[in-house]
């Protein structure tokens, strides 16, 4: 097994630049430092061998009350190709989620990814930390300095 920060970071950049709609959440946890490489006994498989598993993970999600995020972009993207695309797998987990990545080969073209938990457990909220509220600050004047605009009603 394999857990590199570069791997880790090339892997969030590519999702980052897809078109997912949850790529911010599922790079966040591929970045997220409890999240590591698995073993992966079979890396490689086809468009649509991944179109017949993720359509019955789909059934068995929604019947067993399963949260995940990507699951519906990855099923789009895998219909749109052939069914004997080849494609490799990544796997991420952490003790209560697992992240499944489909990409290209050597192009690292990421096609989808889901991310999933247990039977009835939310998924981890990554939530960017709020910027932080600058006061107005108050303008320090010299006392010795000549206010220009200052009117004397004396």
Same mark, same amino acid.
């Not at 970071?9 to 430092?33: M, Q």
């Given at each position: ?10 892997? $969030? ?21 409890? $999240? ?19 359509? /019955? ?16 972009? /990855? ?16 796997? /991420? ?37 709020? $910027? ?23």
């Amino acid at each position: 097994m394999r857990d590199t920060s570069e791997d880790k970071r090339r892997l $969030a950049d590519a999702l980052r630049a897809g078109s997912i709609a949850e790529r911010d959440r599922l790079a966040a946890f591929v970045l997220d430092e409890a $999240a590591a490489f698995a073993a992966n006994p079979f890396p490689s498989t086809t468009a649509g061998a991944a179109r017949q598993r993720w359509g /019955l993970r789909e059934i068995e999600f929604e019947a067993m009350q399963i949260a995940s995020a990507g699951l519906s972009c /990855l099923m789009t993207a895998l219909a749109r190709l052939p069914a004997s695309e080849p494609l490799r797998q990544e796997i /991420l987990r952490t003790p209560t989620h697992v992240l499944y990545l489909l990409h290209h080969g050597e192009s690292g073209r990421i096609i989808g990814a889901v991310l999933h938990g247990k039977p009835r457990e939310p998924l981890p909220l990554f939530v960017r930390p709020k $910027a932080v509220s600058r006061r107005p600050r108050r303008r320090r004047t010299n006392p010795d300095q000549l206010d220009l605009f200052k009117i004397d009603t004396a």
